[in-house]
């Protein structure tokens, strides 16, 4: 499509977008309205020169990006051809990172690590659901459409699209069966694509579950904490755990679990479901006989989403760690995982360090640090998108 307008950059965005940054906040706008969502917009610095161009998000919300840099190439084609080059692109990079025949369920493009600013697409088997995170992409829902379908991958029948605060609905395709059944490196889970969490599971943790798995041992006592469908639960009983307890707030969520542990033949005796908040769950456990769990799973939902709420934040994953300290058994493990962006990694091993002291236990060594999967690229300039932390650690 043709571009709309053409957007002057004082010298400081202009070198952070040269720079590699792909967002361009509303200060550059000097007080004028953005122009209309989805369109491109020609990015010059003050002496006139092309720089690349933007695709405008149509609002000036403070906080949030006003654009967001689609290409700093003046040789780069028009959006809709390069929908298809960049959505390739991405393909390929999975093919190549990921065993796709016992991996059906991955990222295929994760806006800005794909160089398509605000542009989410997972593929569950045949589904594939587009999660736009600016409102820009609806205007060019038909291109990324036909995008996905030349250039999405083998399989693929049926398109979603879920924008955020809003319902699923179909682009393209069938109707897909309301439940998907997707393997993850070997293990087997359900999904509903397009309904629940972000597109319908957290896919970002898929690395740091098969970690789990294979750190397991026969005979362990695991325990998942905010459990939601059961993702972690699975990798535990599927690597040998004799026992899992999955905990999570939402009874209905736990019939969920209940089906995944169906779905990899894990019988009734090797697994409980309990529906209770963590935060008294946990310290009525401690006052309890019995024994106690050699592997603890902690991936709680993001306890900030504003700067300000951080402080707080950070002492509820001190008292979260608190809790877990007596449950854990001598030398046991404690995954724990934070997804709360602006939560570093060294921040969480601060407060799962602080928090486990004050319940009397010692962690000895920290065994592994990883964040999201490799198909959940961030570009350099962005280093912020890095918001998900999960860490092994290991007990006195």
């Given amino acids: 499509m043709a571009r709309t307008a053409t957007l002057t950059l004082d010298r400081r965005t202009a070198k952070a977008v040269l720079d590699g940054h792909p967002w361009i906040w509303p200060d550059v706008l000097d007080g004028r309205a953005p122009p209309p969502a989805g369109a491109e917009v020609e990015l010059v610095d003050t002496l006139g020169n092309t720089l690349g161009r933007a695709l405008s ?9 006003a654009l967001r840099v689609l290409t ?55 589904v594939a659901v587009v999660r736009p995170d600016t409102p820009a992409w609806i205007r060019h829902e038909r291109a990324v459409v036909d995008a996905l379908r030349a250039e999405g991958g083998a399989g ?12 699923a609905r179909l682009l393209f395709g069938p109707v897909p069966d309301e439940v998907v059944i997707v393997q ?3 293990r087997r889970y359900q999904i509903r694509p397009g309904y629940g969490q972000k597109t319908g599971f957290f896919l970002d943790q898929r690395d740091n579950r098969s970690a789990v798995q294979r750190l397991v041992q026969p005979g362990d006592r695991a325990l998942d904490l905010f459990s939601f469908t059961g993702g972690f639960s699975v990798a535990l009983a599927v690597g040998g755990a004799s026992h899992v307890t999955s905990v999570d707030l939402s009874a209905p969520i736990l019939d969920d679990v209940r089906g995944q542990m169906r779905l990899n033949h894990i019988g009734p005796e090797r697994h409980e479901a309990v529906a209770a908040d963590i935060f008294t769950w946990l310290p009525a456990q401690s006052k309890r006989q019995g024994p106690r769990f050699d592997v603890v799973v902690c991936d709680p939902p993001a306890l900030s989403r504003k700067k300000a709420d951080l402080p707080n934040a950070r002492k509820a994953y001190q008292r979260l760690h608190e809790f877990i300290a007596p449950v854990i058994a001598p030398g046991g493990l404690l995954v724990t995982a934070s997804c709360t962006a602006r939560l570093s990694a060294d921040d969480l091993l601060e407060d799962a360090v602080a928090g486990l002291g004050r319940g009397g236990r010692r962690v000895t060594r920290e065994l592994r640090r990883a964040g999201a999967g490799a198909d959940h690229p961030v570009p350099p300039a962005l280093p912020q998108l890095r918001y998900l932390s999960c860490l092994v650690l290991a007990l006195d």
Avoid: Q, W, Y
Avoid at 156 to 167: A, H, M, Q, S, V
């Fill in 57 to 65: 998000d149509g609002r000036d919300t403070p906080g949030a990006p």
């Fill in 72 to 126: 700093l190439d003046p040789r780069d084609p028009p959006l809709r051809t390069l929908l298809f080059r960049r959505i390739a692109r991405a393909r390929a990079l999975r093919e190549r990172m990921l065993d796709l025949d016992t991996t059906t369920a991955f990222r295929l493009l994760n806006g800005e690590g794909d160089e398509l600013p605000g542009l989410v697409v997972d593929r569950f088997g045949p």
């Fill in 156 to 167: 693929l029948k049926t398109i979603l699209i879920r924008p955020k605060g809003e319902d």
């Fill in 184 to 186: 993850e490196e070997g």
